[in-house]
């Protein structure tokens, strides 16, 4: 069974700045790998899926990068309403989740 | 529009069956190449995906859960059904329903519904 590890737990960064989120797989996963943001009280929202593509309505702030083991989420310049939980995920598997929080 | 929304017990004992419905909208369960998943999370804690069903009727579960799940579908009534057995205050969880595609990406999420299980 694959896991999912995603680092870091927490990253705390002000509005503007560029976001770089991990994610590594135990074992290659290909480029099949989503990106799902949470807001609390909210169900999560598909980002991103096979590693780059950014689902419909996504803003352009968002790219994923990677294939493989190892995957990168990055936010170009941080807008207010980013600042939420963020999960990777690869069919069966979710990783644990990386808090982005307003320094 | 594609929407999806989670009906179910808010409460359950201990031991008890758990059954939830997934309504879709906007939407064939007899779509190629696309399906209903469950995923929950415990209050506070991580995403964890339970199972999923498409349209051909190809079924997948949670290995650490497959011997008390059971997911169906009724394409007549657009509802994807879920049981789980022998419920215990560790399922205790938002439990949501997802459209998801054949790579097992979650498209379109349902708003999720609290199950607490408890005497």
């Known amino acids: 069974e694959i896991v999912l590890t995603q680092s870091p737990a927490t990253l705390s960064l002000s509005p503007g700045e560029r976001a770089t989120l991990s994610c590594r797989a135990s074992?290659?996963?290909?480029?099949?790998l989503a990106w799902y943001q949470q807001k609390p009280g909210q169900a999560p929202r598909l980002l991103i899926y096979?590693?780059?593509n950014r689902a419909t309505g996504i803003p352009a702030r968002f790219s994923g990068s990677g294939s493989g083991t190892d995957f990168t989420l990055t936010i170009s310049s941080l807008e207010p309403e980013d600042f939420a939980v963020y999960y990777c995920q690869q069919r069966e598997t979710f990783g644990q989740g990386t808090k982005l929080e307003i320094k | 529009q594609v929407t999806l929304k989670e009906s179910g017990p808010v409460l359950v004992k201990p031991t008890e069956t758990l059954t939830l419905t997934c309504t879709v909208s906007g939407f064939s369960l007899s779509n190629a190449r696309m399906g209903v998943s469950w995923i929950r999370q415990p209050p506070g804690k991580a995403l964890e995906w339970l199972a999923h069903i498409f349209s051909n009727d190809e079924k997948s579960y949670s290995t650490s859960l497959k011997s008390r799940l059971t997911i169906s579908k009724d394409t007549s009534k657009s509802q994807v059904v879920l049981t789980m057995t022998n419920m215990d205050p560790v399922d205790t969880a938002t439990y949501y329903c997802a459209r998801t595609d054949y790579g097992g990406n979650q498209r379109s999420w349902g708003q999720g519904t609290l199950v607490t299980v408890s005497s």
């Open positions: 074992q290659s996963v290909s480029s099949y």
């Open positions: 096979d590693a780059s």
